[in-house]
């Protein structure tokens, strides 16, 4: 009885949104977000709080510049010939595309668009790299995207792709490059990986919606979870930068330690995820590095020297460790059984314990203290194997 009273009120709120038009209502099949809630009151109650509520406040006067710019990502259901939107801001149907079919055939979920697609983010989360406007015609947001289109499909779009090997570009009129540097990301590719992440399990690309939560969070960002906890769903570097989890290794904590995955991976918000290294010669004088973009201390030089004394360092020490490695190696390959049981065991968590700082990939970036600790214990436990082999 419940559910028939919601469809019924949701119905009602229909016939009346078609009845409005103009700059209030649109005969295309939009209704309005406040229909919507009749039926989705938890999404609509936390809807309501987000930043995507509130799209038109955070925008310029509703002017011809803005229209033609900005107004496509600050409203929904634009008409940009006829200056008109049905709602302010990002409501329900900026993504889940027009509701009417949906409501007018008792909630008939195939009447409506609701995915992980990453593209409807992107037809707002996007700028064109090299400063121009989005369309060839000069319009400034994607015009003639419909929820449950692919981005490429759009007439006229002009958002070329980056090269995830090239330096990714600064933000565009403090627009960040989110669906551009995601998409050159490997989060967007799909290698027939499975993956869960508080407690939701997901395969192929790691879409918005897989990190983000699209209606609200109480996380930063609208994050689906704290920002550590998230990276640690699928990434081992996070227990490389508590300085936890080798065997016969105390937690060592690093001046890193504290610091959250995307304070360095994400520097100008970047879905690419790569770090603007202080040292790299591709990065302009006059755009920040990741390292200064913390550091109080603005001296690119400084932090440059810093991490290559760093790399230089975790290398320095590795490569004894690794050399007797592989004479331990070559031995065992002809004389399997030159150890006991007990040498044996020393060897595997010793392998282990590497293996952690090799997959870790920072070369002692994230936690070089930690990284000198098992290698310093690599390097006493091997020396007993070493001795046994003899």
């Given at each position: ?155 006229g779009l ?28 490997g989060h ?119 991490i290559l ?82």
């Amino acid at each position: 009885m419940l559910k028939a009273l919601l469809i019924l009120t949701c119905l009602i709120g229909t016939a009346a949104a078609g009845a409005e038009g103009g700059a209030n209502g649109d005969a295309s099949g939009y209704i309005g977000t406040e229909k919507c809630s009749a039926c989705h009151s938890d999404q609509y109650i936390a809807w309501k709080s987000s930043r995507h509520a509130k799209g038109l406040e955070m925008s310029s006067e509703s002017n011809k510049d803005w229209i033609k710019n900005c107004a496509g990502c600050h409203t929904t259901g634009m008409d940009g010939p006829a200056s008109a939107w049905n709602e302010n801001g990002v409501g329900c149907e900026a993504c889940h595309g027009p509701g009417q079919d949906h409501m007018t055939n008792g909630g008939d979920k195939s009447k409506i668009v609701s995915g992980v697609s990453a593209d409807v983010c992107g037809r707002c989360h996007s700028r064109n790299p090299s400063g121009e406007t989005l369309m060839s015609d000069g319009t400034g947001w994607v015009v003639g995207y419909r929820p449950g289109m692919r981005l490429s499909d759009v007439p006229g779009l002009q958002m070329p792709p980056l090269d995830p090997a090239v330096l990714p570009p600064p933000p565009v009129d403090n627009h960040p490059l989110i669906y551009n540097t995601w998409k050159a990301s490997g989060h967007s590719k799909n290698p027939g990986r499975a993956f869960t992440i508080e407690g939701k399990e997901w395969s192929g690309p790691i879409t918005c919606v897989a990190c983000h939560k699209p209606h609200q969070s109480d996380n930063p960002h609208q994050l689906v979870a704290s920002p550590d906890n998230l990276c640690g769903s699928c990434h081992s570097q996070l227990a490389v930068l508590k300085g936890k989890g080798a065997k016969g290794v105390e937690q060592t904590r690093s001046l890193h330690t504290a610091i959250s995955c995307f304070e360095c991976h994400m520097t100008e918000k970047n879905h690419l995820m790569r770090v603007l290294r202080p040292d790299d010669p591709e990065l302009p004088e006059s755009r920040i590095d990741t390292c200064n973009a913390c550091h109080e201390v603005k001296d690119r030089k400084k932090r440059a020297e810093q991490i290559l004394d760093w790399v230089a360092w975790y290398k320095e020490t590795l490569e004894p460790v690794e050399a007797d490695m592989r004479i331990i190696d070559e031995a065992l390959k002809n004389n399997p059984d030159l150890l006991n049981a007990e040498l044996k065991q020393r060897l595997e968590d010793t392998k282990a314990n590497l293996s952690i700082i090799e997959q870790d990939g920072s070369e002692g970036v994230h936690n070089l203290d930690y990284a000198l600790e098992i290698m310093s214990l690599a390097k006493r436990e091997l020396a007993k194997v070493k001795e046994a082999i003899k």
